[in-house]
């Protein structure tokens, strides 16, 4: 029996969904050695750190997770940062084959005049503020002004804006970060704009996010007809089914009477930025629109216009994705997830997408490397590893926390707590 040693870089979705692509692909000659590496003490990636947390049905994927984690072969060896701890080269010199599973977690930028101003944020990095990241928890953001803009049409402007709209009596039983909780109660943010650039059409919205908008109690949804109208007349008698379900979903809350209460979250279409104004701070955002320049107040700028990976040595970075083919770098190495398409999709198709990759990847091996134990060498250079079970220390406190506040769990917010509670035996 030949025993493969596969690295996978990165413990969320896609990286999980490699593991149990090759779990399935054992067979009684092949089997593979899988050792999950993840920067922070805790996996699960944007399951943690990315899915809003007012939707916490997305979240029991974790159980998946947890599943294949506990697999025979499987090792998470968590808070070692590939690229820091350790080289990429060291790993690829190391294993049978590498896949780097790290996604796209940096903020792409309007490149926009008045960007800087204060108060205007990323959507990654409020993202992972709100859901208790660990290096985004001191996140500068005033939510003392009325008016938020939210740019971008895509799911994540979607969860950002109903975060920022919600009353957060509504987050109290969610596993938001403690700290971004206390900053909603006291927000006084209350009316939201999501604005997309082209018309409703074109919106990167999925119809099931926008059909949960009318039935928020806290919250008036508010989309104008005729720009359902205008695109449905844009789009004819055939539109994708897509197209057809968003602009379906989308007339059904311009449809629905409003019901006067204070907190608001509006769409507007064909707004396309073109400066960021305020002296300090951002104050207001001028578009272009098909009636000419028009400005628009604000107190809180949150952009949600995508994501772009990060520089890893040994990674060419192309675009929004790492540069691959159909998921192969080169020689043993791969990518997979965000990492190998660029941000799209849902949790699901990184399901489908990791297994045509591990297909690729095991159709290519020959003979495991003669190779000792990683982690002989992470030892040795002092770094403190999380494993398996000292995540599961860190993930059953956070239960337990939890359960007394009525919530999933309460997240720990730093990483020497972490660390601390791993290690405890
Ligand atoms: P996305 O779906 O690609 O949407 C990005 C949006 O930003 C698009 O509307 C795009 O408009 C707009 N945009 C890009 N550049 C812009 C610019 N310069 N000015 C104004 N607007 C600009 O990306 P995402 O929202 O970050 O989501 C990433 C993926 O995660 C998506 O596949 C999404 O469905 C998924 N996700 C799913 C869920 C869920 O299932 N609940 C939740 C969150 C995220 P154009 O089309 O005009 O370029």
Not at 129 to 150: F, K, S
Not at 207 to 230: C, G, H, N, T, W
Not at 247 to 273: D, Q, S, V, W
Not at 344 to 361: E, P, Y
Request: aromatic share 6%.
């Amino acid at each position: 029996m030949k025993v493969f040693k596969i690295a996978i870089v990165g413990a969320g979705p896609a990286g999980y969904f490699a593991a149990q692509a090759l779990q399935n692909l054992q067979n009684d000659e092949v089997k593979f050695s899988i050792d999950m590496f993840e920067r922070l003490p805790t996996p699960w990636g944007l399951v943690r750190s990315g899915v809003a947390p007012d939707h916490p049905k997305i979240k029991t994927v974790s159980k998946v997770f947890e599943k294949i984690a506990n697999a025979e072969g499987f090792r998470l060896i968590g808070n070692v940062e590939i690229g820091k701890d350790i080289p990429l080269s060291a790993l690829q010199n190391h294993y049978d084959a590498v896949a780097i599973a790290v996604g796209t977690p940096k903020g792409r930028r309007l490149g926009i005049p008045g960007e800087e101003l204060k108060n205007v944020i990323s959507s990654a990095d409020f993202v992972y503020w709100y859901n208790g990241h660990p290096d985004y928890q001191d996140l500068e953001i005033d939510l003392t002004g009325r008016r938020a803009i939210v740019i971008g049409a895509g799911n994540v402007a979607m969860d950002v804006g109903r975060m920022l709209a919600l009353d957060p009596i509504e987050l109290d039983s969610t596993d938001t970060s403690e700290i971004a909780l206390n900053r909603f109660h006291g927000s006084s943010i209350r009316e939201v704009s999501i604005v997309a650039r082209r018309g409703a059409e074109h919106a990167a919205f999925t119809a099931p996010e926008l059909r949960e908008l009318p039935d928020l109690d806290s919250i008036d949804v508010k989309i104008q007809e005729v720009d359902i109208s205008k695109a449905l007349s844009r789009v004819g008698s055939e539109p994708e089914k897509h197209v057809k379900s968003n602009l379906e979903a989308m007339r059904l809350i311009a449809e629905t009477p409003t019901k006067g209460i204070e907190r608001e979250l509006e769409f507007l279409f064909e707004h396309k930025p073109i400066s960021i104004n305020g002296s300090g701070k951002v104050e207001s955002v001028t578009f272009e629109t098909p009636h000419g320049e028009v400005t628009k107040e604000c107190d809180l700028l949150i952009t949600a216009i995508g994501y772009l990976p990060v520089q890893i040595a040994g990674l060419e970075v192309d675009g929004n994705r790492y540069r691959n083919n159909e998921g192969e770098i080169s020689s043993g190495l791969y990518a997979v997830g965000w990492a190998k398409r660029g941000p799209s999709g849902v949790i699901g198709t990184n399901k489908s997408d990791a297994a045509d990759v591990m297909k690729l990847l095991v159709s290519k091996l020959e003979n495991p490397k003669a190779s000792h134990d990683i982690l002989l060498d992470l030892k040795e250079s002092g770094v403190t590893i999380v494993d398996q079970a000292g995540w599961t220390r860190v993930n059953e406190a956070e239960v337990q926390n939890g359960e007394a506040k009525g919530k999933p769990r309460l997240k720990f917010l730093e990483i020497e707590q972490m660390l601390e509670i791993a290690s405890t035996k």
